[in-house]
């Protein structure tokens, strides 16, 4: 299973039996292009400051989506502002983010036909495995945010996008009787280095404008 940062947010984002969105689907695909974009910053190819996005290194990263989202970042300069990109990306990081877990064997893709309208595609998992190994991305961050463990970086954005976004509830169900678990997720953000932390702020405040209701 995928350990990428916009791959476990996916998993945590959607439902593993139907494959649909637990959140307002334009509140996900805000989360989901949030950690495209922290994926290259990860990868040092991009910064931010200042709410302006920058290209640091031109190099193709080897992964083939963060690829592309830097190509596009590369092709139009005179696009700095990260709300901007985030509303862009936002639109098709659920297809995209799926596809490379479908490469990757975790999810599967279904078509859906309905009346009147184009076909839907979702990414789900369609095996017991694969529901086994989605369901352990929110369970093994609720383990450690109750166990109160020390947190990579690439967890500090996840707890942080969950915080964000609205997946609270979901990642911490059942385990209410521990507080700080919960008192810890808005503030995972203050340890991230500054350019991680603009697009985690630059997120929630753009899901604020966006009605985010619980699918369940």
């Known amino acids: 299973m995928a350990q990428v940062l916009a791959d476990q947010y996916y998993l945590i984002a959607h439902e593993d039996r139907t494959g649909r969105s637990r959140l307002h689907p334009r509140a996900t695909g805000l989360g989901l292009a949030a950690a495209l974009l922290s994926e290259l910053v ?86 017991a495995q694969q529901r086994n190994a989605a ?12 166990r109160g463990m020390e947190l990579s970086v690439v967890d500090q954005l996840l707890v942080s996008l969950v915080s964000a976004t609205g997946l609270t509830r979901h990642v911490l169900y059942g385990f209410e009787q521990y507080p700080h678990a919960f008192q810890y997720l808005p503030n995972a953000a203050f340890g991230l280095p500054s350019d991680l932390r603009e697009i985690i702020e630059y997120t929630e405040a753009s899901i604020g404008s966006v009605l985010t209701v619980g699918r369940r």
């Not at 005179?78 to 799926?98: I, K, M």
């Not at 991305?137 to 945010?145: D, I, K, P, Q, W």
């Open 42 to 127: 990860l990868e040092g190819r991009i910064g931010v400051t200042d709410g302006d996005l920058f290209v640091l290194d031109r190099h193709p990263p080897a992964d083939a989506l963060e690829h592309d989202i830097l190509d596009l970042l590369i092709a139009q300069p005179q696009h700095r502002d990260v709300r901007t990109w985030l509303a862009f990306l936002s639109q098709d990081a659920g297809l995209r983010v799926g596809e490379r877990l479908m490469r990757l064997g975790a999810v599967e893709p279904i078509v859906r036909r309905r009346m009147l309208s184009s076909p839907q595609i979702t990414y789900m998992p369609n095996s």
């Open 135 to 146: 369901a352990w991305a929110s369970t093994r961050l609720a383990n450690l945010l109750v």
